[in-house]
């Protein structure tokens, strides 16, 4: 077999040294290329959090996570400075259905694109021509079964000492090149070193015909065959073996070998950690649900990054991320015997998303992004209040229940929105005393409905008679389904009560948001009680100013289109709204005023579109006040929109039922639906 010049070591030398190819461990690759993308730095939840734009790239990227990810990140990078990481595996702990594997398995499937652009592409060797050497029967090639790196065949050309130095210096690497280098320095495989003796020996050490055997290649990248990324997930007891992680012997090969103590007769690719050895990831799915054996493999793999059989030894370069429950985790720790094993772990503990804003968008993810039909063939409409409704539902259930803040306070919080008076100060103090709990299912955000739960609840919306006879997916119907869920597969009856009386609040939350819905359509304008909410604000902040006239109008420069805006101050409509909040007195007011004052002046530099509308009381209270001018009140539209009777209370109906059609995103279905819950007394907060 005739080897090409591009396929050949020293033109591989030469583009390293060039730049134009590159020799790096697994950590300094994943690293390059989660940096590579950029980092911003914010704030959540009252703490400085990165934001690296590797991780929200995609059409299904990663939603949320930024401590998981932050952790990772320096893991890794730590691993590719030569810190302790590169002794250790990175193991993402929590409960089932909050993403684990889809955070894992992303990416590797980034890794596995970054590595197929021509210049981040991997390289590996063979030997051909071996038929020559007569000691290998009818193999032709023997590749190199770790996919070792040509720069690590290079820095063992001739064995230990300073001869492959003195060979890469003649190749044009200077000296800090060549320390660099060295810095990624393994010795090589067991079959590797053998094959490269028969082949120094065949040549009677001559280099040039030595390297008329060595053919340079690239890496094959399959997500099919394991290499590069490569995934084993915990199988039962009596199937697995220690074959499936380390390889077997091999028959046929030992058929064709003349020499039985050749380590090449282990077919280590047979196992799925030899696969990615060359710089590759190696996802372990499940990790502490494997039997102990397997486990004890594992301590070995991770500590000393080899692969071991029979005494012959394999380096390897690879990353290894693991997976596994809370349950699993706590009996695998229960163990004191299995200790060496966690202590070589970096272990992340994972919650379920906690913020309903960012649960919108993987509750998104859940629905499809596939148009829905019914069994009749018809086309499925979705509710426009269904996501919000559901994502509220399920993000109540991964919030603890405490003293200090209401469930609605702590979620509005956690969001980075308002919640009245209360600090997200405490907000932290919450996490921090539940995250000090040694039993991981009590930490922040353990418990809850996670993402295939969420799935569950659609899932079960779908099967719903009226789904299909309405042709549309009713937001109500979702907490229906969510109880069911809840009845069905939460186990624990404290966790069930507490999951009711969250559902209960958010069905209040949602009458809330129905009821803002309602007048907005009421009004013709889907953004009626947005607009009253700003005036009021704006009416405060202007009520305060020295520039304020006579006239009581007050010209300010809108954030959003930096125009000058005049309004008048309208002490009436404040006195009104302040009334509905329960601020009797002149002080109570005007506190409430200041904290109004003080939001406006921390939110609008950074945010110019917040417009207030996370002030859930402030929402309710400018709601019943418009209503109350506009219409004698919520009992009065109530009344008009159920009975139809008179033609006046017909022309309203008529009117609001078509702006829920062309404005707002309702259906016929939906909106008649969201009328009728709208008139019935319940889920008053």
Request: overall charge neutral; charged content about 30%.
């Amino acid at each position: 077999m005739e080897i090409r010049d591009n396929e050949q070591l020293g033109f591989h030398l030469a583009e390293v040294l060039s730049g134009r190819r590159n020799f790096e461990n697994s950590a300094q690759s994943v690293s390059r290329m989660i940096l590579g993308a950029g980092v911003k730095k914010g704030v959540r939840a009252g703490r400085t959090a990165f934001e690296f734009a590797f991780f929200r790239t995609g059409k299904k990227h990663i939603i949320g996570w930024f401590d998981e990810i932050n952790d990772l990140v320096n893991f890794v990078k730590d691993a590719g400075e030569g810190g302790s990481s590169q002794e250790m595996a990175f193991v993402l702990v929590g409960e089932p259905g909050n993403g684990k594997t889809f955070f894992v398995e992303y990416l590797c499937l980034k890794y596995r694109q970054f590595i197929s652009l021509p210049e981040n592409k991997r390289y590996t060797f063979e030997f051909v021509n071996m038929d020559k050497l007569g000691l290998y029967g009818n193999i032709k090639v023997v590749q190199s079964q770790t996919f070792e790196d040509p720069m690590i065949l290079a820095m063992n050309l001739f064995g230990s000492g300073d001869m492959s130095k003195e060979y890469l210096s003649k190749a044009g690497f200077v000296d800090k090149k060549i320390e660099r280098l060295y810095n990624n320095h393994r010795p090589l495989g067991a079959c590797t070193e053998f094959v490269l003796s028969d082949v120094r020996n065949y040549c009677d050490g001559d280099l040039d015909r030595m390297l008329k055997f060595i053919k340079i290649v690239p890496v094959p990248i399959a997500e099919s065959l394991g290499t590069v990324t490569g995934k084993y997930s915990a199988r039962d007891k009596i199937t697995s073996s220690a074959t499936d992680l380390l390889g077997e012997e091999d028959l046929s090969r030992l058929l064709n070998l003349t020499d039985t103590s050749n380590p090449y007769k282990y077919n280590i690719r047979r196992g799925a950690i030899a696969r990615v050895g060359g710089g590759g990831i190696h996802f372990s799915d499940e990790l502490f649900k494997n039997k102990k054996d397997l486990v004890q493999i594992y301590l070995q793999v991770i500590q000393n990054r080899t692969i071991e059989l029979d005494g012959y030894r394999w380096p390897i370069d690879t990353l290894i991320i693991a997976t596994s429950n809370n349950w699993e985790y706590n009996r695998f720790t229960a163990e004191k015997e299995e200790a060496p094993i966690k202590d070589r772990c970096r272990i992340c503990y994972v919650s379920h998303n906690t913020d309903y804003k960012l649960q919108q968008e993987l509750t998104k993810y859940s629905i499809g992004s596939e148009q829905k039909v019914s069994v009749t063939g018809e086309n499925l409409h979705e509710d426009p209040n269904l996501n919000y409704a559901v994502s509220v539902a399920v993000t109540l259930t991964r919030l603890p229940h405490n003293d200090k803040l209401t469930p609605v306070e702590m979620m509005k919080l956690e969001a980075g929105e308002t919640a009245g008076e209360k600090n997200v100060k405490t907000l932290a103090e919450i996490k921090e005393m539940l995250n000090a709990s040694p039993d991981v299912t009590k930490r922040w955000g353990q418990k809850g409905i996670g993402h295939r739960g969420l799935g569950r609840i659609f899932q079960i919306m779908l099967s719903m008679p009226e789904t299909h006879e309405g042709n549309c997916l009713f937001a109500r119907d979702c907490f229906k389904a969510t109880e069911r869920e809840i009845l069905d597969y939460i186990t624990e009856a404290v966790d069930r009560e507490k999951f009711m009386k969250d559902l209960d609040v958010a069905k209040k939350l949602y009458r809330v948001a129905i009821k803002t819905s309602i007048f907005n359509a009421y009004r013709e304008d889907p953004d009626a009680i947005r607009k009253d909410v700003l005036a009021y604000v704006n009416m405060v902040i202007g009520s305060d100013s020295d520039q304020l006239g006579p006239d009581k109008i007050w010209r300010y420069r809108d954030p959003r289109t930096h125009e000058m805006t005049p309004i008048k101050i309208d002490e009436r409509y404040i006195d009104s709204v302040e009334t509905r909040l329960g601020l009797s007195t002149k002080e109570r007011r005007e506190a409430f005023r200041t904290t109004i004052r003080k939001i406006y002046g921390q939110k609008i530099s950074t945010e110019p579109d917040y417009d207030f509308m996370d002030n859930e009381a402030l929402v309710k209270a400018v709601t019943d006040v418009r209503l109350e001018s506009d219409v004698a009140g919520a009992a009065s539209l109530v009344g008009a929109l159920a009975n139809r009777a008179n033609s006046e209370n017909v022309r309203i109906y008529n009117r609001i039922i078509e702006t829920m059609f062309k404005k707002l995103g309702y259906c016929p279905t939906c909106a008649q639906k969201t009328i009728e819950y709208f008139c019935e007394k319940v889920d008053e907060s």
